[in-house]
């Protein structure tokens, strides 16, 4: 151990290896790793601050992976990578004898030849310094690996910055699928700033040809030592691809030198064939990036310059979004339709394209306001007065198109879409069809439309002035359709007395967004706004990737509590609807009230029973929705002729229903049995007709009977519809 004028100390270490018999008696592996290596280690005066160095004999083998990017012009030993981050990291968590074995295993599988191995992944060529970025799409690029080992011209856009004392740094963009002829290659550069400039030009990406028909392989790491041309013709040389690569850079060099080719930044892209694949990718090609600074007079023609070292970001693709979200990776994104790009519906949309799973088509008919920027997902333009610079769905998809997700936009409303040939084929492409609007007209009409292939529609919006999340999504064919559900819900809610309070209790607030502006909104903030609707976000996405059929619908509420930090989300399936028609009419029944019917019948054998339907009319689908039931009141008469509903404390259930559900759910008539299967009696008929004079809607009255229901319901007017039909299986 020596202590140095720089207060560094240094010891040796003589590190024994496990070699098999054979190794051990010749005292060396055949890799070159010897049966005890001696190790210097360098331990700087701050450490343990500062991270301790690795040195290994000068005579070390430095063909193997793993060794730090040390420039032979520094002369220096080769020196182990033997942790990812920094060794005083390893040291601070684990103690010294963390990194001792962390140095005593690399030597191990040096010996071994397993510091590569298809276990693991191989190791890309580490560089410790990165001058410039090179941003690509690599699975793009390494299509450009081509069993001709061609050498590929293609086009970039750069960013240089200079940072003084002819000093710069540079973020080169590679538009791998843009093939450029280098005889009539544009390349431009134009100031944006003192230090800042942006241009146009090209890249060579160039791969080993095929050897004997099949691909080159390199299975040889060599550490990072490229600084001059020279050094990356003897790369190219490595690589096997100097002849292709020489033809290209020398024509670079010769229209250099006159005149016909401008300054600028071009990189070198080579594509290497490993024996496996890289760590974290299931690619075995190799993606190595350097850059020459062209600069006329620089001897390029004669291999004279620097070369800079680069490193690789990926560009911004579907599957880079969906690998860094944790997501399946795919280059497809299902297709999906947005209603609605305002607060809710942009920061969905936002959320799943940050996934790659942004919506291919957006619809709205609205345009921006200055006062949706209080919540919306995207930021106003700071060149537009008011941010206002057009049509919400444009304005969305021009944001989705930086994701590399450009949607199908349509201004309009989706009654006007689906009223077309062309909307509703549109339409029908999609796996879902999500509504952020809110809006429960539309939600009635989306539940009334049918057409073949109709796609599977849902609902995500926030309830009782921000507080509550909901999400539902259609069951197949529309059962249970978005009306059904959102009843279901009433009934879900009006049963918690803290959801029911923030849904049904909650006022909208007008907000004065200008002079005779006639918008109502909730206030909120647009943290909790967007709190919930990343929840939202997270049902959308995982029904788009949720590759199986479903059979039932679903429910699902999420909602702040008291501390307005933490959530609390509950889901339920919903079954498809019993479905009884009459015309036009429909009565659409619940499984769980048809099972708490028949259990009813099956208390009573041999009499007739009954009591209260509870529910939802729809006027615009002309459909009742059954939820629930109110027991028949004890003074009821239940006989083999008839029943007869009570009246004892009947007003009061119906007054609770009334409170606890905010009046979203109400009764819509009454059922009774009949023994036999049959219609509605002429009782049923005068007591249907006597029942509607007292309410603004139609009066339902359900009669079941042993093979199904029958429907009668009056109108005000008298009108009588009168049906029998079997009961749908459930």
Known sequence: MTRHKDGSIWAELDVEQELPSTWRAAGVSPSGVQAVETVTIRFPPDFPRSSPRAFLRETFDRAHPHLLPVPKSLGLPPQPCVVQAYPSELIQARGFSAYLDQL????????????????????????????????????????????????????TNYLRFELGDDK?????????????????????????????FRGRGIALVVSAPDTDGLPTVINRAVP???????????????????????????????????????????????????????VGSSSNIEICPYLIDLRPGGGLLRGVGDVRLCGVRDDISIKLLRRASGDPVTAER???????????????AVHAARRGLGPTDVID??????????????LPDPDVRGGVVGYKADVLAQALSGFQQQPRVEVGTVEELCGSERGR????????????TGSSLLREVVSSLNWPERPIFADAHLLGAGSIAYAAFEGPNGNPSLSDLAAESYRIL???????????????QAIDIGQGCGAVTFPMPDDRLGALAAGLCQTVCGRLLDQGQRAAGSLHLGHVLADGLSQRWTSVDIEPRIVVTSG????????????????????????????????????????????????????SVFSAERFVLGVEGLRGSVRRLLEQSGGSLYVLGTWHSHLVPSGPSVLDIATATRLAVRQHFPVLMLIAHPDGYSVLAAELAGHVAVNIEKRLPV
């Open 425 to 436: 084929a549109e339409l029908s492409k999609c796996r879902l069809v999500v509504n952020t």
């Open 224 to 278: 990072e030592d490229v600084e001059t041309v020279q050094g990356l013709q003897r790369r190219a040389e490595l690589y096997r691809c100097r002849t292709a690569l020489m033809a290209k850079l020398d024509h670079v060099a010769l229209m250099l030198d006159n005149g016909q080719f401008p300054a600028s930044p071009l990189p070198v892209v080579f594509l290497v064939r490993r024996p496996f694949p890289l």
């Open 104 to 155: 005593a295993e690399w030597l191990d599988k040096a010996a071994m030849l397993e510091l590569n191995n298809p276990r693991h992944g191989w190791e890309p060529v580490r560089r410790d310094h990165l001058d410039d970025e090179i941003i690509l799409d690599p699975d793009e690029i390494r299509e450009l690996a081509v069993s001709s080992g061609e050498c590929f011209v293609v086009e």
């Open 584 to 635: 036009d009419l429909e009565v659409r029944i619940s499984p769980r009230v048809d099972a708490e019917i028949r259990s009813t019948i099956a208390a009573q054998p041999g009499a007739e029973t009954g009591g209260v339907i509870v529910g939802r009319y729809s006027q615009i689908g002309d459909a009742f929705q059954i939820v629930d039931l109110l027991p028949a009141p004890p003074d």
């Open 365 to 378: 008919r609205a345009l921006m306001s200055p006062h949706n920027y209080a919540r919306h997902a995207l």
């Open 168 to 196: 710069r740094t540079m973020r080169v963009a590679i538009e791998a699928d843009h093939r450029v002829d280098l005889a009539t290659a544009k390349c431009s550069e134009k100031a944006l700033s003192k230090v800042a």
């Open 494 to 508: 009006a049963r918690d007395e803290a959801l029911r309070a923030k849904v049904f209790d909650a006022e909208a």
């Open 334 to 348: 299902p297709r999906w339709a947005l209603l609605g790009c305002g607060s809710v519906g942009s920061k969905i």
